[in-house]
Every structure is written in C-alpha cells, then in structure tokens.
C-alpha cells in the first residue's frame, strides 16, 4: 500500500501563532483529504484536496500532487485547534484509504 | 441532520464471544468504510464498500467480517474476538469515493476485548 507520513508528529503553538503541517505521500494519488480529530475523538472533515489551493477561514490547504505533498496551513491559531490532524489518501487505481499517524497540535493560552 | 451512527459508543467483552458493531448512515451514500485507531498508528482500514452487495478488504480485514444488504447500513462483525482487537473503531461515509466528496465519520466504539 501508500506510505503516508507527516510531520511534526507533535507541535505546540502560543494562541495566535502560525504554523503548517506537512503530508508526504509515496504514490500518485486521486484523493487526498484533512481531518480534524478534536480532544474528543470526533473526526471532521477539513478539506478535500487532491491537488491545488483551498481556504476556509483561518485554514488553508494546498497539495503538489506531483510533487507528493500536502500542506495545511493554521493562521492564528485558538485554543480549539487543538488536537490531531490527519492527512489521508487513495491511490489512483483504487479506493482504499490510507491514513498518516498524524500531527498532534497544542495550542495553549 | 445528516449523520452517521454508530452503536454502542463502548463495549466490554471476553474472547471469543461474537459481537456486531452497527453503523448507519441517512445521507443516501454509497461508499462507506470501517477504520480502527490504535495509538502511533493513526487509523487503519478494515473493509469498505462502494455500494449494496459489494464489498473489498482494507489494510487490516483479519478477524473481521462486515455486510452490505442496504445503502444505509454497514455493520462490522467480530466472529471471534480476541484481545488485539481492543481499539477505537471509526464508520464513515461519503457520497463516493474518489471524487469530490469528504467523509463524514461516526462518533466511533471504544470495543475492549479481555
């Protein structure tokens, strides 16, 4: 299967800091997507990015499908940005998910 | 609301005894899939389906067996469940997969198997 890694596996961010979480991919790809898995667990979906730039207010994506990465982007970050984010992908030829371990993000106060 | 719902939230068990896991979903998708979370290994699929009666295996299908006789439901069955299948295990669905559709998960069941 497609080897998916990201990177940092854990942050820690002051409120109002930046900071960008990186996917690398071992594989052409036909779907990539974000999630968000809140301290919680509940997983939302954040972007479905198979190449190309998206925004959502203070997050933004952008994947270099030739290139095999993917970036997601948290400007200003709050403390309800906390918690894991996935990056996941399917390859070309098929329909089965792969996921990354994950960033895990703190942000404190 | 469009959802997906998985049931129970939490399951205690012992080996061997045969469980089911339910999942289903009101949005009239077609692709839906079974993943578990472990810790250090992200989430791994273990079956998915395109569509009613069609089925194909993920990453991780050993010891599990699912169904699909309607759109909505997609249940995951442990016949003979053993400890390292103690895990939070995610449904999700989408409207397809591979295209410009994102998935939208359940509330997952922490399953303890002792």
């Known amino acids: 299967g497609i080897q998916v890694e990201q990177s940092p596996p854990d942050l820690i961010l002051q409120e109002g800091a930046n900071s960008t979480l990186r996917c690398n991919f071992s594989d052409s790809v036909n779907n990539l997507q974000w999630f968000h898995q809140n301290p919680w667990g509940q997983l939302i979906n954040l972007f479905y990015?198979?190449?190309g730039t998206k925004q959502n207010g203070r997050l933004s994506a952008t994947t270099v499908a030739t290139e095999r990465y993917s970036l997601l982007y948290i400007s200003s970050s709050q403390t309800t940005d906390s918690g894991v984010y996935f990056c996941?992908?399917?390859?070309?030829?098929?329909?089965?998910?792969?996921f990354g371990t994950g960033t895990s993000l703190t942000v404190i106060p | 609301e469009a959802q997906v719902t998985q049931n129970p939230r939490y399951l205690i068990t012992v080996t061997g005894k045969k469980l089911t896991v339910t999942c289903s979903q009101n949005m009239n998708h077609e692709y839906m899939s079974w993943y578990r979370q472990d810790p250090g290994l992200g989430l791994r699929q273990i079956y998915y389906s395109m569509n009613v009666e069609v089925t194909d295996k993920g990453d991780v299908p050993e010891g599990y067996k699912v169904s699909r006789k309607e759109k909505r439901n997609f249940p995951l069955i442990l016949e003979s469940p053993s400890p390292n299948q103690t895990s939070l295990y995610f449904c999700a669905s989408s409207l397809s997969a591979g295209t410009a559709y994102g998935y939208t998960f359940g509330s997952g069941t922490r399953l303890t198997v002792v």
């Open positions: 996941a992908v399917a390859m070309n030829t098929g329909n089965q998910f792969y």
């Open positions: 990015i198979p190449s």
